[in-house]
């Protein structure tokens, strides 16, 4: 075995606070929940790729941090007497992304996971101490694309977008490797057996490799979903994890119920799409979704709730408790549902729009997109607040922004404050009356003509990147008829169910649905997917919380 001794090239800007110290009264604390064990030279406490491994706290010797990759060790960090292991998927149970060695015999604290996240939910000042560090370890890692994964694709294809986003968006750190732009790119792909023609190539851990893979092909070979049951009765599950699901498994598993996470793609749902969120309250200088949606994740599974990266299939509503399928043939059984799949983007009825997802057309404008089209022009499709938001955002370090949007203009879709901005930007260019017809390109998107149906004249344009921004509509297909909804497909709760809704329905109960209740008792739907919801963030949240109080009472009945 090789070794390779110099650090990764981590900042260490918050050291204090991304390797503690902990004091001699914090690790008695830690040792009355955990048991003391010696450790030899050269012992392996934990594999690269082991589940739900144990947090250790050195009190003597030291142990190392080392990312294996075939031959060679690389070292992340070292921790002596005082210091811990873990990052953020020691909270959650997945696989662990490094090796960790003894380099000098001592002894170490080891707790398992149950009894560390017991030490997190009720020791205030260690639980923040151990959170932080580990949440910073994590952002350390993925900044510098430190991790157990290997990405290997090219900037023109929308596969390689399309994991690289479903990695970022899982807080997964990956190292990419492009086809185009790499030099030793051929000898990895020899080395695997690979072909140029074979990309976007994810390489897990440095042995499985997997080509061109589903986001469940990925999520399994990382293990994401290994060290969750699905096959116990949950008090609650809860399906998607946008800004509404998160905050249900927060205020849940903050008060105590077992919880479970359904979520197809990524935490954050259309939220993680958005670059900046300037209206969600405390946030005075705005957040982005991604970055929101994180820390709620880390939130809820710091307080218990677990999360299963899979889709929900079907609602078995016979009889109790509910059952959810799931995608990967699971059923999971529970004894409340709260149903928070949100909307899905609204395409332009466009021939060949699809073919550039991916490649030219996006339904979010984040970092990622951003740095595909830096320097060039590019069109924001909607008149909505997440187009203005985008618009603003892709303007910082694009050549031009072409706002296209149907009606006069701005003043009826739009918050104000954006809408000033959008006045004060010279490089934005809105074009009223304007929607696009036609879009052309080989592997990417080159050219786009658009028509002002005032004028009726069409222009074409050398333009590689659209963004579309023009609402959505709600996840409810899967449901199969068994809640109410209402004629555009979104789920009727509370007081808008009407006696026709429920004899239809044939609500059993004496008392009539609670707020949020749908006319299935003890399922909730929240957020966007409901009926007349407020389609912003903090309505979305408040929805999660408030529905959890009346969880409570429906477990009682
Ligand atoms: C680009 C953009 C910018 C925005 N900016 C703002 C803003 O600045 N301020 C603001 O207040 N609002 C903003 N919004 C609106 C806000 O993001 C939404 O109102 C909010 O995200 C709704 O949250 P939700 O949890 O109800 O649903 P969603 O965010 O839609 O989340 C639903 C989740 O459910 C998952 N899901 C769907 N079906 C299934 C299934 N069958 N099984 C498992 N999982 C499933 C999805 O993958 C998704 O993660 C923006 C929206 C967009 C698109």
């Known amino acids: 075995m090789r070794r390779t001794r110099r650090g ?3 900042t260490r800007a918050h050291v204090e606070q991304i390797f503690p110290k902990l004091t ?5 604390r830690i040792a009355a929940r955990g048991h003391m064990r010696a450790m030899e030279r050269g012992e392996v ?10 947090f250790f706290v050195v009190v003597s010797g030291e142990l190392e941090v080392v990312r294996p990759s075939g031959a060679v060790e690389t070292l992340v960090t070292v921790h002596g007497s005082g210091q811990f292991t873990g990052e953020v998927g020691t909270l959650s149970g997945r696989r662990t992304l490094f090796r960790v060695r003894a380099t000098k015999p001592g002894k170490v604290i080891e707790l398992d996971r149950q009894h560390m996240l017991a030490l997190i939910q009720s020791d205030a000042e260690l639980g923040e101490i151990l959170t932080r560090a580990f949440i910073l370890r994590r952002a350390e890692l993925v900044a510098a694309s430190v991790g157990d994964v290997v990405l290997i694709g090219s900037t023109h294809s929308a596969d390689t977008l399309r994991i690289k986003e479903f990695l970022m968006r899982n807080g997964h750190p990956y190292s990419y490797i492009d086809l185009e732009r790499d030099p030793d790119v051929q000898s990895l792909l020899d080395s695997f057996h690979l072909g140029a023609s074979e990309i976007p190539v994810v390489i ?16 399994d070979c990382l293990g994401f979903n290994e060290s969750i049951d699905q096959t116990h009765m949950r008090d609650l599950v809860v399906i998607g994890a946008g800004p509404s699901g998160l905050a249900a498994a927060v205020y849940g598993a ?6 479970l996470v359904l979520e197809t793609s990524s935490p954050g749902g259309q939220a993680g799409s958005s670059s900046k969120i300037e209206n969600y309250l405390g946030f005075p200088a705005g957040i982005s979704g991604q970055e929101l949606a994180a820390r709620a994740y880390h939130q809820a599974q710091k307080f218990g709730a677990e999360m299963l990266i899979a889709k929900g299939t079907r609602l078995v509503c016979d009889g109790k408790p509910y ?6 043939g699971a059923r999971i059984p529970a004894r409340t549902v709260v149903i928070a799949t949100g909307a899905e983007y609204r395409r332009p009825p466009l021939k060949s729009l699809s073919r550039f997802e991916g490649a030219g057309v996006y339904y979010g404008a984040t970092f990622v997109e951003a740095q595909l089209c830096g320097g060039e022009e590019v069109i924001v499709v909607g008149g909505g607040n997440s187009a203005g938001q985008a618009a603003v955002f892709l303007a ?4 031009r922004v072409h706002m296209l949007v149907r009606s006069a203009g701005l003043a009826e879709s739009m918050s104000r404050y954006l809408i000033r901005r959008i006045e004060e930007t010279a490089t934005i260019v809105l074009r009223p009356y304007t929607e ?15 028509r002002n149906s005032q004028t009726g004249q069409t222009e074409e344009h050398e333009i590689s990147h659209i963004f579309v921004m023009t609402g959505a509509d709600p996840n409810t297909l899967w449901l199969g008829g068994c809640v109410a909804l209402d004629s555009k497909g979104f789920i009727k709760t509370g007081p808008d169910l009407s006696p026709e809704d429920l004899s239809a329905a044939r609500w059993p109960l004496a008392r009539p649905p609670h707020l949020l209740e749908t006319s299935l008792p003890g399922v909730f739907a929240i957020g966007d997917v409901r009926s007349g919801s407020i389609k912003r963030v903090a309505s979305a949240v408040g929805e999660g919380s408030i529905a959890i109080s009346f969880i409570h009472q429906a477990l009682k009945e």
């Open 204 to 219: 897990c851990r440095g042995k499985v490799v997997l080509r061109n893979p589903s986001k469940q092909q990925i999520a």
């Open 436 to 450: 696009i017809v036609a879009v052309e390109g080989g592997n990417h998107l080159e050219f786009v003509r658009w």
């Open 254 to 259: 903050s008060e105590g119920l077992d919880i």
């Open 8 to 10: 990764l090239p981590l």
């Open 323 to 328: 059952v959810i399928e799931v995608e990967n």
């Open 24 to 28: 001699p009264a914090q690790t008695r």
């Open 396 to 399: 910082e370090n694009t050549k």
């Open 45 to 54: 406490l934990y594999e690269q790729g082991d589940s739900a491994a144990s």
